[in-house]
């Protein structure tokens, strides 16, 4: 037998037994690695790729924008520059002239959408190459997908990108967030701009949830409304009609059309609908609103398209004749009266921008608790931070219910989101966070330390003797002038385009310091 008959021999058993094969792993080149995880993660353009080598500096294939109405373009803008960011920062050393080139691949969708995800898939997911996902990542990922990173989620990324390069440990000019999303407004929201889907770009910019920023006392006239024991004893939800995951996950859930179609045609609603919650396979968020329909008392939560799409005519009346829709947007100031708020997955199975502001405003949060999770989740302690909710959200009554009977204890828990935000968002935090899960984790494709934490450029440009503000590439006058200023106009683009314990003692509810 040939060498190359062996070899397809041995690779084929290897299919077979489902298991990497430690000897070939190691005649594997970073570059040969790269080629195959794009090559069995999916389609081409599934992928992005951040390329670097000595003589032509950063370079970068953009995954395919598969929705334009996601932002995914910017998206990728974001997580680029992100990363080319951090290497200047903490990796000085490694894009020096005579340094070996690297890749680094990454994505910037929702999830992680890969057929080798599928149970029984024939994939040596093992054997990839990191992959730097950039946004909700499943809690199994160690398992399924063993060399996915999950980087900082890129919503976060404007809120510090361009503090990475200058942000001064020691003195700080500001540890202000620099994006509306994590910004306590200096004006009060009944004077903001109002959401008009049809109106100019400032008023369809306002339709945005949570657009803006987080919720404080200060941002309201009537601030007694908001007290602990004003507020309504109820839980609210707004959001889009969404998928659950996609279908290579077994938890997928589709829209909701079918279902209201055939709620549509029933002689008894009601009795269509209860039995839908028991016996269908209905995402969350259908079930979140059907469950409102039946019981009113207990939740507030309807479909709304933040985005302002046309519906045909017969969708529009089906939805309509149900009730399902809420046809205004909620302002941050009525959804803030309500005691229970509750964050519900989608597409992604998290809700990425949904989380950290309803943590802010007086009530507690349900959080739902899913299969995915964002970046900054092992920060958030359950019964501490918030309150648990299953996916299938079967626990919903029960935990309202036990709320109402532990009120104390749900407002310490509120006090402590609250801490927890005010912290979170600070400069410093989001830059020991883009640390932690981009800096230190990019080590595995570098092939080498990071610098420290928050190191000077002064203190980078004496470890390694050179100046590091400058192009590693010096064979080219003009390709030094351009990198002397990292990316700004990548950056200013990117920014414009963007967007489970049982009950708890009371002594449980102390927020982590």
Request: hydrophobic share 35%; with cysteine.
């Amino acid at each position: 037998m040939g060498f190359a008959s062996a070899f397809a021999f041995v690779l084929c058993a290897s299919y077979a037994v489902d298991v990497p094969l430690s000897a070939l792993a190691g005649h594997l080149t970073p570059a040969a690695r790269t080629a195959m995880t794009i090559r069995e993660y999916g389609t081409r353009e599934s992928l992005g790729v951040l390329r670097w080598n000595a003589a032509d500096g950063f370079s970068v294939t953009t995954p395919a924008v598969k929705n334009a109405r996601a932002g995914t373009g910017a998206r990728s803008m974001l997580a680029e520059a992100a990363m080319k960011e951090t290497i200047k920062r903490y990796y000085p050393h490694r894009i020096q002239p005579g340094q070996e080139p690297f890749e680094i691949l990454f994505e910037v969708n929702d999830k992680p959408d890969s057929l080798c995800m599928r149970r029984g898939a024939r994939c040596w997911v093992s054997r990839w190459a990191p992959i730097f996902a950039f946004g909700s990542v499943p809690r199994d990922s160690d398992k399924i997908l063993p060399t996915m990173v999950q980087a900082p989620l890129v919503a976060l990324i404007g809120c510090y990108l361009d503090a990475i390069a200058t942000y001064n440990v020691s003195a700080p000019k500001s540890d202000e967030p620099l994006c509306d999303f994590l910004h306590y407004q200096k004006v009060k929201f009944s004077d903001m701009q109002k959401c008009d889907p049809d109106g100019s770009s400032e008023s369809q910019a306002a339709c945005r949830p949570y657009g803006h920023g987080l919720f404080s006392t200060r941002e309201v006239y009537n601030a007694s409304e908001y007290e602990w024991d004003s507020l309504k004893e109820k839980v609210f939800w707004r959001g889009s009609d969404y998928a659950f995951l996609s279908p290579v996950y077994r938890n997928y859930a589709n829209t909701s059309d079918a279902f209201l179609e055939t709620i549509a045609r029933s002689s008894n609603r009601d009795d269509t609908i209860r039995h839908m919650l028991i016996r269908s396979r209905i995402g969350p968020r259908l079930r979140a609103v059907l469950t409102s329909l039946l019981m009113p008392n207990l939740i507030d939560a309807r479909f709304f398209d933040w985005h302002g799409v046309d519906v045909d005519a017969h969708r529009k009346h089906v939805r309509e004749s149900i009730g399902v829709d809420a046809t205004e947007r909620a302002t941050e100031e009525s959804i803030a009266k309500y005691k229970y708020q509750i964050d519900i997955g989608g597409g992604g199975g998290t809700t990425w921008s949904g989380v950290i502001p309803k943590l802010s405003m007086p009530g507690v949060l349900l959080h739902h608790e899913t299969s995915m999770k964002d970046s900054y989740f092992d920060q958030l302690v359950p019964w501490v931070h918030y309150i648990p909710v299953r996916e299938d959200l079967r626990d919903l009554q029960q935990r309202v219910r036990w709320l109402q009977e532990h009120d104390a204890i749900a407002k310490r828990v509120s006090a402590n989101a609250d801490d927890w935000v005010r912290q979170f968002r600070t400069l410093r935090n989001l830059l020991e966070h883009n640390y932690r899960k981009l800096a230190k984790p990019l080590s595995r494709v570098l092939r080498a330390d990071p610098l420290p934490f928050g190191t000077d450029s002064a203190d980078a440009v004496a470890s390694i003797g050179v100046d590091v503000r400058t192009s590693s590439s010096s064979s080219s006058s003009s390709t030094a002038a351009s990198s002397s200023h990292p990316h700004r106009a990548s950056r200013r683009d990117a920014r414009a385009s963007s967007r489970r314990a049982p009950p708890p003692s009371s002594s449980t509810t102390r927020a982590r310091q």
